[in-house]
C-alpha cells in the first residue's frame, strides 16, 4: 500500500527542556489567530502543487501541539480532508505533553478528529522528570495516560533511558510500570546530549555523566527481551509496537514515501519528474509566519536530490526497520539497482559478520547491525 503524509507544525512550547534540539521556541504571547490562517494558507499552497492522492496520515509534531486550541486542530484535519481527501482509517496523530492543563483537551482534540495521541512523558520518577526539565510531575504522567487511555483506541508515549546513574535494578521497576500504562506502541529514546543544547553546556562543565555505551547496551537488551515478552517487536531502532499499531506516519518516512511539511521548520519529501525534491520551511515562528504572509507559503529552500542521494536516504531510513528494505520498490523509487549503491567489498564484510541480511529481496540489518546503525551505514553505502 503506498503512503502519503502531511505533517503540520506547532513549534511553541511552555519552556525549554535541556535536552531538546528540536524547533520549539517559548513566546510570551502567541498570535494563535494567525499561525492558523498562515498554516491554513501554507497548507493549500502544498495541495495546490502536490496532491498525488489520498492522504494515509497526518501527524501534529512540535513543539507542542497540544498547546494549540482543539478548535483549530479540527479546522486542520478538516481543510486537510477537503484538499487531499482521507483514506480509508487515516492516521491523525497528534503530540501531547501530559501536564493536567493539556490533559483536559484530550477529549476535545479527539472530537477534533485526532485518532493517536503520542505523549512526551520521558520517566516515571520525579527526579528524572526534574533533571530533564519537564514540568509534569510522574503522578501528572499517570493521570494522562489514564486519560488517553480512556479517549484514544491508539496511543503512545515517548520514554527516554539511559539517564546519568540510571542502574539495570531501578530501570527494571520502571519498564514494569511503564508496561502497565502502555498500550500497544512505545518510543524509547537513549539519552543522548545534542550540541546547542542546556545540556551540551553543563555536560562539558561536568555536571553529569552519560552511563557507558555498554551500561546503555545492557538497558536497552533488557528493554528488547521485557518487551518481547509482551508480544511488542523493535519495528525501528526506538519504536516497538505490537497488535499492528505501527505509527503510520512515521513508516512514511522511514519507507521513503511522499509527506508534505508545513508550519515553521518543516521538512518535505515529494516525488515528481522521476526524481525526488526535499523541502524546507522557515525555521522561526516569525520567519515562517511573514513568509507564508508575504509569498503564501512558508517555503525557505527546495532542492531536487540526486539519484545518489535518494539511494542513501532510502537505504538509510528503511535499515532502521526491522522489516528492512525491499529491492523491488528501491528500484521502483530510485530507477536502478540497489547494489550499484552499495561497496561490494563492505557488504560482503558485513554479511559475514552477521551486521546485515539479505536474501536477494529483503536487505536488513541484524540486531548487532541494529546497534550500531550509523558506522554501518557508513561502510555499507558506497
Ligand atoms: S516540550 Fe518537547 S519540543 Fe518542547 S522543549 Fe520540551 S522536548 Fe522540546
Request: glycine share 6%; with cysteine.
Amino acid at each position: 500500500m503506498s503512503l502519503f503524509g502531511l505533517y503540520i507544525h506547532w513549534p511553541f512550547c511552555k519552556s525549554r527542556c535541556p535536552y531538546c534540539d528540536y524547533n520549539a521556541h517559548v513566546r510570551e504571547r502567541v498570535d494563535v489567530a494567525a499561525f492558523g490562517e498562515a498554516l491554513l494558507q501554507d497548507m493549500r499552497y502544498w495541495a495546490g502543487r502536490h496532491n498525488p492522492g489520498k492522504l494515509t496520515s497526518i501527524f501534529f509534531g512540535g513543539g507542542t501541539p497540544s498547546l494549540m486550541p482543539p478548535e483549530l486542530a479540527a479546522e486542520l484535519i478538516i481543510e486537510a480532508k477537503k484538499l487531499w481527501g482521507f483514506a480509508d482509517n487515516i492516521e491523525i496523530t497528534l503530540e501531547a505533553n501530559p501536564t493536567s492543563s493539556e490533559a483536559k483537551n484530550f477529549s476535545a482534540l479527539r472530537d477534533a478528529g485526532v485518532n493517536r495521541l503520542s505523549m512526551g512523558i520521558q520517566a516515571l520518577d520525579d527526579q528524572y522528570l526534574k533533571f530533564l526539565g519537564r514540568s509534569h510531575s510522574a503522578t501528572e504522567a499517570k493521570e494522562a495516560i489514564k486519560l488517553a487511555a480512556k479517549y484514544f483506541d491508539r496511543y503512545s508515549f515517548d520514554i527516554i533511558y539511559a539517564r546519568p546513574d540510571q542502574t539495570l535494578n531501578h530501570w527494571r521497576k520502571e519498564l514494569e510500570e511503564i508496561l502497565t500504562l502502555m498500550r500497544d506502541h512505545l518510543s524509547l529514546y537513549q539519552l543522548s546530549v545534542e550540541p546547542q543544547t542546556a545540556f551540551a553546556t553543563i555536560y562539558a562543565r561536568g555536571d553529569f555523566q552519560l552511563p557507558s555505551d555498554d551500561h546503555a547496551a545492557a538497558l536497552y537488551d533488557y528493554t528488547l527481551n521485557r518487551l518481547a515478552r509482551e508480544n511488542f517487536a523493535a519495528y525501528e531502532v526506538s519504536n516497538f509496537a505490537r497488535n499492528n499499531d505501527e505509527c503510520r506516519h512515521n513508516m512514511v518516512y522511514w519507507q521513503y514515501y511522499d509527506y508534505i511539511g508545513i508550519g515553521p521548520g518543516a521538512h518535505g519529501r515529494i516525488s515528481g519528474n522521476a526524481r525526488k525534491t526535499a523541502t524546507n520551511n522557515h525555521k522561526t515562528p516569525e520567519a515562517w509566519l511573514s513568509a507564508v504572509q508575504k509569498n503564501g507559503n512558508g517555503l525557505q529552500g527546495e532542492e531536487m536530490l540526486d539519484q545518489k542521494i535518494i539511494a542513501k536516504e532510502m537505504i538509510l531510513m528503511n535499515l532502521r526497520l526491522l522489516q528492512g528494505l525491499d529491492a523491488t520498490r528501491f528500484r521502483q523509487v530510485v530507477g536502478a539497482d540497489m547494489m550499484q549503491f552499495i561497496d561490494n567489498k563492505n557488504f560482503e564484510f558485513l554479511r559475514a559478520q552477521d551486521f546485515i541480511k539479505f536474501d536477494g529481496k529483503i536487505l536488513s540489518a541484524t540486531a548487532t547491525g541494529r546497534n550500531c546503525l550509523n558506522e554501518l551505514a557508513a561502510k555499507l553505502i558506497a
